[in-house]
C-alpha cells in the first residue's frame, strides 16, 4: 500500500494477529489506549481496520519492516470516532511494539501517511491521544500538526472517571 525506505504499511493478515495480541497484552504499549486485548478483541479490531478500508480506501495498516517482514505495529488513517470533536474528519494514529521504538519508525510512516492524505486531496487530518501520553503528542507535534485546547473531550466509549477519559486534539491542514 504505502512503502518508505525502511517500511511498508499494508492490509491485514492472519499472520499479523498473533504478534499484534503480544502488543496488546504489553502493558507498556497499552499504558495510554486501555485495558489489555484478547484475541477476541485482536481480531475484532482488525477486522474494525479491514471495514474502514473497504468503505474508504484507508485504515491503520499494519506496519511491516522491509529487511525482514516483522510486524511491528499498525499506523494509518480512519474516520474520526463518533461522539468525538474529530467526527467527520480523517483521523491518523499509530501503535507499535515496544521492541520498535525509539527508532523513528512512528515518524516515518506517520509522515507517509500523511503525505498520502494530501495526494489523496484530504484538506485536513486530526489525531487524539491522552495528556500524559508524551511521546504521541510529541510526534504529533514533530509532525508539524498543533493542539487545539478548546476541542479537548472526555471521550465517549470510557467512563467519564476513567484516568483516560480526557483526550486532547491535534490537526494538520494539507500544505497544497
Same mark, same amino acid.
Given at each position: 500500500?504505502?512503502?518508505?525506505?525502511?517500511?511498508?504499511?499494508?492490509?491485514?493478515?492472519?499472520?499479523?494477529?498473533?504478534?499484534?495480541?503480544?502488543?496488546?497484552?504489553?502493558?507498556?504499549?497499552?499504558?495510554?489506549?486501555?485495558?489489555?486485548?484478547?484475541?477476541?478483541?485482536?481480531?475484532?479490531?482488525?477486522?474494525?481496520?479491514?471495514?474502514?478500508?473497504?468503505?474508504?480506501?484507508?485504515?491503520?495498516?499494519a506496519i511491516e519492516r522491509r529487511v525482514d517482514g516483522a510486524f511491528l505495529g499498525f499506523c494509518g488513517l480512519k474516520p474520526g470516532?463518533?461522539?468525538?470533536?474529530?467526527?467527520?474528519?480523517?483521523?491518523?494514529?499509530?501503535?507499535?511494539?515496544?521492541?520498535?521504538?525509539?527508532?523513528?519508525?512512528?515518524?516515518?510512516?506517520?509522515?507517509?501517511?500523511?503525505?498520502? &492524505?494530501?495526494? +489523496?486531496?484530504?484538506? !485536513?487530518?486530526? %489525531?487524539?491521544?491522552?495528556? $500524559?501520553?508524551?511521546?504521541?503528542?510529541? *510526534?504529533?507535534?514533530?509532525? &508539524?500538526?498543533? +493542539?487545539?485546547?478548546? !476541542?479537548?473531550? %472526555?471521550?465517549?466509549?470510557? $467512563?467519564?472517571?476513567?484516568?483516560?477519559? *480526557?483526550?486532547?486534539?491535534?490537526?494538520?491542514?494539507?500544505?497544497?
Open positions: 500500500m504505502i512503502e518508505t525506505v525502511r517500511l511498508i504499511l499494508r492490509e491485514w493478515r492472519e499472520s499479523d494477529v498473533e504478534p499484534f495480541a503480544a502488543m496488546g497484552c504489553d502493558a507498556e504499549v497499552m499504558a495510554f489506549i486501555g485495558p489489555p486485548l484478547d484475541e477476541a478483541g485482536v481480531r475484532a479490531a482488525i477486522e474494525r481496520q479491514r471495514g474502514f478500508q473497504a468503505a474508504h480506501g484507508y485504515c491503520f495498516w470516532a463518533t461522539g468525538t470533536p474529530i467526527e467527520g474528519e480523517v483521523e491518523i494514529g499509530w501503535r507499535l511494539a515496544r521492541h520498535a521504538w525509539g527508532q523513528g519508525y512512528a515518524r516515518e510512516v506517520a509522515a507517509a501517511c500523511l503525505a498520502w &492524505g494530501w495526494a +489523496r486531496g484530504m484538506r !485536513r487530518i486530526a %489525531a487524539i491521544t491522552v495528556p $500524559a501520553n508524551v511521546r504521541s503528542w510529541g *510526534l504529533m507535534e514533530r509532525l &508539524g500538526m498543533r +493542539r487545539l485546547a478548546d !476541542r479537548d473531550f %472526555a471521550h465517549p466509549a470510557l $467512563a467519564a472517571d476513567d484516568p483516560l477519559s *480526557l483526550h486532547i486534539v491535534y490537526v494538520i491542514d494539507n500544505p497544497g
